[in-house]
DNA sequence: TAGGCCATCTGGTCCT
DNA sequence: AGGACCAGATGGCCTA
């Protein structure tokens, strides 16, 4: 995966231009449809290539932000866990909290931001899954990590906006770049032969 | 066993 | 003041 970088400063006011014709209202919904993105309900919507159909193998990815204020630890942060406050009946052991906590106001905020920390990485997450399921894939391969899912977007990307620029068949594309290796409008050679062979599994229509 | 990847906690900074 | 965002630290899990 390493090869797939490319000289991104090169092209940046470029790439840029190109997605400053994006309706930012657009961007901006699609960032607050990944807050609330459930992978369960796109299954087999999204890549045709991915070799996990979408499904998330993190099944805490599918996690309200309800379910989880339910499933967070209680215990203030950075206190010892009282282990018996896990076995308590719900009702005695959140007036124990309520209790423990009125006493340490700042450990109250502090796990307060814990927990809205672990929200926001769960948006995350759920965004970089989403985005695993439009770049393409191996049909054995594992599954991407975060950085690899971020540079194989942007090679793909990028590969897909020189199709759309030359105008040539997109598998006649692939197909060329497959043979004879692949540069862009300014020659900086982009080893993105990854990601050429990716898009071979392509069934193109 | 070392290295990669990840989740979580934490304190700092910026913004509303 | 409180929330969002960020980066560093830490520890767990997995794989070569």
């Not at 009946?89 to 109250?108: C, F, G, M, W």
């Not at 991407?144 to 594309?173: Q, V």
């Amino acid at each position: 995966m390493e090869d797939m970088l490319f000289d991104f400063d090169q092209d940046a006011a470029a790439d840029f231009a190109f997605w400053g014709q994006m309706d930012p209202n657009f961007q901006f919904q699609s960032q607050l449809d990944s807050l609330l993105f459930d992978c369960g309900t796109v299954v087999g919507q999204l890549s045709p290539w991915s070799s996990f159909g979408c499904q998330s193998v993190f099944p805490d990815a599918q996690l309200t932000f309800t379910d989880l204020d339910s499933q967070s630890p209680q215990p203030e942060a950075g206190a010892e866990v009282d282990s018996s406050l896990l076995d308590e009946p719900q009702e005695i052991n959140t007036h124990r909290q309520r209790r423990l906590a009125s006493h340490h106001p700042y450990k109250v905020q502090r796990h307060a931001a814990n927990i809205r920390e672990r929200k926001r990485m769960l948006s995350i997450n759920s965004a970089f899954e989403e985005l695993r399921c439009h770049v393409p894939t191996f049909p054995y391969e594992k599954r991407l990590s975060k950085i690899d899912t971020l540079r194989l977007a942007i090679a793909y990307i990028a590969l897909l906006r020189e199709i759309l620029i030359s105008g040539c068949d997109p598998k006649s594309y692939v197909d060329e770049c497959m043979k004879n290796g692949y540069k862009n409008q300014t020659n900086a050679i982009w080893n993105t032969s990854d990601l050429t062979a990716r898009l071979s599994w392509i069934k193109w229509d």
